[in-house]
Each structure stands twice: as C-alpha cells, then as structure tokens.
C-alpha cells in the first residue's frame, strides 16, 4: 500500500528564524550594495520586518510622537503604533506625527556604535519619546484595559524602546557596565529597554522571574550572547512582540490637546415663550 508523503511539521520558531535570517541577509546586503542609502535601508528594512510580523492592529512608521503639553520627540527612525486608536497628522515635508498615548514603541537603527558617547548619543532620540507625558493630564484612558494612563508609576504605561545596532558595536560586557552606570543618572523609565547588536549580542534586564526588558523591576543588566545570526533578531522579537501585546493604549484626549477650543462662544437663537427654552424636539410633538 502507497502511503501519502508525511505534510512538513508547521513549527513557528522555525518559519520565524528563516524570517530573522532572511532580514538579517538582506540587511548586509542593503549595507553592501547601497552604501549612499545606508540610513534609509537600514530603516526600511527593520520597519518591513516588524510590518510583516506584528499583529496588524499595530502599523510601522517613522516620525515624531508629541503630547498634549506640546512637547514633541526628535525623530525616530521606529514608531510603533496601535492603528486602532492613533490619528496620524502628516506635515510638509512627508512627515508624520504620532500622538504618544497611541504609541507602545520606539526605535533607532545605528550602523555603528563603537563608544560609550555614541551609545549614550543614540539613546537620546528613545528618551525623547519614553520622557513625553502618556497620561495626557490624567485624562488618557485606556477603554480594553478599563485603565487611566500613568506612566511614571506602571511599566505598562510606557512606551517601550529599542536601539537595532546593524555593524560594528562595542564589546557587550562594555555596553552593559555603560548602560548600568546610566541608572544612577538617568530615570529608569526613560532608559532603553532592549539594545540588539546585529548577529553578536542582545542587552535587556533581569528581573526577579528572569531575563526582562522592564526597566521598573530590574536588577541588573543582562547581556547574552548569540550562537546563531538569528538569535539576537528573535530574541529582540519575543520581548517586542510581548511587550507591545500588553501596553496600554488611549484614543486621542481630544479636549486636552484642543482645550483652546473647549469654549465655544456662539449667538444663540430659542424660543422666548418658556424659560430655559424648551427642546427643540418640543417644537413638533402633536404635529
């Protein structure tokens, strides 16, 4: 008797790490064929690959996120944004801006980052975003979670960053002692939660049940190191997609960013028969 051909096993790590592979040997490529686009390859294609591998509810851009304080990001190569509740404003230029209640994360794409100044260079763009106030004067509110937005107090709250390290980097154990050192000068939710180094290493944290990217909760520094291309890439990918699943989200406070507007002085025209007027649905009952 004929057996049919067993079907291939679906394994997603598997279907994940030839993604991360693929990424990863596109991204050199980019590096190597188009040296005059480096930025802008490097970018896309890190913005292509979480486009293609988040949940849709989340859409990938670049721009500028922005409170109701006018307090505005410098701009970022990375926006993640729930697409659910986040209008998107474009400016001249082809430039987007975000309103920071709707944003979960932020990134920035280097193709080197050889010192400790450059390190702490490339993290100013993600402290710009982790630093603008989600809680929209205490009136974001986040309706799936049944949650007011306070960031300073709940990791939940925050927007979580990222900084993707395409080339040369420096040496992980240097890379963790600087971003440890940076605790005792800078807010634990302003700094990055995960730094990936292409192909050689991932910094996060560690936490009481484990490795973790929760500023909030962490203990130390943790650096580990990868054994295969993709290691660092899904790594990265894990606590992204697991970080991004659970932050909290508001739709745009609309009477805080335009409280300006809040009064709206008008000439008024009623009845002058009853006082106050009746309703203008009065007007046609019996009719």
Not at 47 to 75: I, W
Request: with cysteine; hydrophobic share 40%.
């Amino acid at each position: 008797m004929n057996r049919k051909p067993r079907q291939a096993e679906i394994s997603l790590a598997k279907m994940l790490e030839e993604a991360a592979e693929n990424m990863a040997s596109n991204l050199r490529s980019k590096l190597l064929k188009h040296p005059g686009e480096l930025g802008t390859a490097r970018e896309q294609i890190l913005r292509d690959f979480l486009r293609a591998h988040l949940p849709k509810r989340f859409e990938v851009s670049t721009g500028f996120a922005f409170d109701c304080n006018g307090q505005m990001s410098k701009q970022l190569d990375v926006v993640i944004f729930d697409a659910t509740v986040c209008p998107r404003i474009e400016i001249p230029g082809h430039k987007f801006l975000f309103p920071c209640e709707a944003v979960v994360a932020v990134g920035e794409v280097k193709s080197s980052v050889t010192s400790r100044q450059q390190f702490r260079d490339a993290l100013e763009n993600l402290s710009s975003a982790k630093a603008l106030d989600r809680s929209a004067k205490g009136t974001a509110y986040d309706s799936r979670y049944g949650e007011t937005l306070s960031p300073k107090d709940n990791h939940l709250h925050q927007i979580f960053s990222f900084l993707f390290i395409t080339g040369d980097a420096m040496n992980p154990d240097a890379l963790g002692l600087t971003l440890l050192e940076d605790t005792s000068e800078i807010p634990v939710q302003l700094l990055p939660n995960i730094v990936v180094a292409l192909d050689r290493y991932l910094v996060t944290y560690c936490c009481d049940d484990g490795i973790c990217p929760n500023t909030m909760h962490a203990r130390g520094v943790a650096v580990q190191a990868t054994t295969k291309p993709a290691d660092a890439i899904l790594r990265f990918y894990l606590l992204l997609g697991r970080a991004i699943d659970v932050i909290r989200t508001s739709s745009l406070p609309y009477w805080e960013y335009l409280s300006q507007y809040n009064s709206i002085p008008a000439k008024v025209f009623h009845s002058s028969v009853e006082t106050p007027p009746p309703y203008l649905g009065k007007w046609t009952e019996g009719d």
